[in-house]
Antibody, heavy 118, light 108 residues
Framework: QVQLVESGGGVVQPGRSLRLSCAAS????????MEWVRQAPGKGLEWVAA????????SYEDSVKGRFTISRDNSKNTVYLQMNSLRAEDTAVYYC???????????WGRGTLVTVSS | EIVLTQSPGPLSLSPGERATLSCRAS???????LAWHQQKPGQAPRLLIY???SRATGIPDRFSGSGSGSDLTLIISRLEPEDSAVYYC?????????FGQGTRLEIK
């Protein structure tokens, strides 16, 4: 079955960087777009970024544009989220999700917690 | 940008009852590109409904979605204790992908 396993979360100071990884298995990774969704403590879900199946197109939520970069390595079945210039408001659980089609989220990872604090 | 507003607020119902959750969009959602996700406490969300009314794999038929345009509904029949969760609607088909703020359902 589909498995999405995130890693790379942790505690980081404001202004610093962090890279999240998501290892995918159980499906043909190169055929699916992938996305990141986050959830601040006690809050709702917020879409962060998406990348097409071949990596040719990316899109971002406005508050992370210019700071976050989504990428993928189809040879390693892995999608990444490079997060630079982190802010306290980026503190959240970050979920790796599969894009079933046209942005439909059809599978979720278990999430990795990012805490931005001095 | 589309805004999705979910109602009612926190909902508390008894086992066996029926829950009706609403998701209203600020614009018409084309091609019924709307999904519902369930998030139980301490867990990741999971997809329940897509295309406004199609159940995802393994979702029991107690869960049903309906509606079109800008008003969509999730109905959960014959409530069970394990249905206690937060339910989110999600618009897809274009970016940014938008979620509603969620409806918390408690089965008491």
């Amino acid at each position: 079955q589909v498995q999405l396993v995130e890693s790379g979360g942790g505690v980081v100071q404001p202004g610093r960087s962090l890279r999240l990884s998501c290892a995918a298995s159980g499906f043909t990774f190169s055929s699916y777009g992938m996305e990141w969704v986050r959830q601040a403590p006690g809050k709702g879900l917020e879409w962060v970024a998406a990348i097409w199946s071949d990596g040719s197109h990316e899109s971002y939520e406005d508050s992370v544009k210019g700071r976050f970069t989504i990428s993928r390595d189809n040879s390693k079945n892995t999608v990444y989220l490079q997060m630079n210039s982190l802010r306290a408001e980026d503190t959240a659980v970050y979920y790796c999700v599969r894009d079933g089609r046209a942005g439909l989220i059809d599978d979720w990872g278990r999430g990795t917690l990012v805490t931005v604090s001095s | 940008e589309i805004v999705l507003t979910q109602s009612p607020g926190p909902l508390s119902l008894s086992p066996g009852e029926r829950a009706t959750l609403s998701c209203r969009a600020s614009q018409i959602i084309s091609n019924t590109n709307l999904a519902w996700h369930q998030q139980k406490p301490g867990q990741a969300p999971r997809l329940l409904i897509y295309g406004a009314s199609s159940r995802a794999t393994g979702i029991p038929d107690r869960f049903s979605g309906s509606g079109s345009g800008s008003d969509l509904t999730l109905i959960i029949s014959r409530l069970e204790p394990e249905d206690s969760a937060v339910y989110y609607c999600q618009q897809y088909g274009r970016t940014p992908i938008i979620f509603g703020q969620g409806t918390r359902l408690e089965i008491k």
